[in-house]
């Protein structure tokens, strides 16, 4: 079966520009967490989905992040105007629904920020 | 807001001992524990989790325990083998709150052949 997909699995942009990243979580799975993983600030939370909606965006650190989801499935976060800390590997994970508990990651994608 | 603190931040122990990691946490709120494996270049892998109204749980070889009271709990172990070699990472949520995980800072074990 199919797991957390993401993508890119990498992306080297520069200084400035905008960045899209892509995540399909597991088929059925009604709950969407992104988090942030980098060296300085470990593993973060950023935005929570239940279906389309983002009921909690309390981890989005600046106006320059943003998410959706639509049809209750693939995900995508926008980074505008990108700084060289938001260099870090972003992590998707999906779970059956935020009570089943149990959410299940995808391999994130890593962005560098020259 | 939640804070989890996991100790140690590495470990090194032979095959065949056994490895134990703790974690502390803040909020008497948060009621899901879960346990993951991080190896190079993967995304965290879950392991095994436990719920605020048990107070132990064993798979196999990895068992976690849980201590409400203290606001602590950890991951035990046994017979290590050198593919448990990885980044291990405690977590806290709160499932009646949609349950974003807060993590630990994790554990690098090194198990050495």
């Known amino acids: 079966g199919a797991g957390v997909s993401q993508s890119p699995s990498n992306k080297v942009t520069e200084k400035g520009k905008d960045v899209e990243l892509r995540c399909d979580p597991i088929?059925?799975?009604?709950?969407l967490y992104w988090y942030r993983q980098s060296l300085g600030q470990g593993l973060e939370f950023l935005i929570y989905f239940q279906g389309n909606s983002a009921p909690d965006k309390s981890g989005l650190p600046s106006d320059r992040f943003s998410a959706e989801r639509t049809g209750g499935s693939v995900s995508t976060l926008t980074i505008q105007r990108t700084q060289q800390e938001d260099s870090a590997v972003y992590l998707c994970a999906s779970s059956l629904s935020p009570s089943s508990r149990a959410q299940h990651f995808g391999d994130g994608t890593r962005l560098s920020i020259l | 807001g939640e804070n989890v603190e996991q100790h140690p931040s590495t470990l090194s122990v032979q095959e065949g001992d056994s490895a134990v990691i703790k974690c502390t946490y803040s909020?008497?709120?948060?009621?899901?524990f879960p346990w993951y494996k991080q190896e190079l270049g993967k995304g965290p892998q879950l392991i095994i989790d436990i719920r605020s109204n048990v107070g132990e749980k064993k798979d196999q070889r990895i068992a976690v325990t849980l201590n409400k009271t203290a606001k602590h709990f950890s991951l035990h172990i046994t017979e290590t083998q050198p593919e448990d070699s990885a980044v291990y990472f405690c977590?806290?949520?709160?499932?009646?709150?949609?349950?974003?995980?807060?993590f630990g800072q994790g554990t690098e074990l090194s198990v050495k052949p």
């Open positions: 909020d008497s709120a948060s009621n899901y």
């Open positions: 977590a806290a949520s709160n499932y009646n709150q949609g349950g974003k995980l807060i």
């Open positions: 088929s059925g799975h009604t709950a």
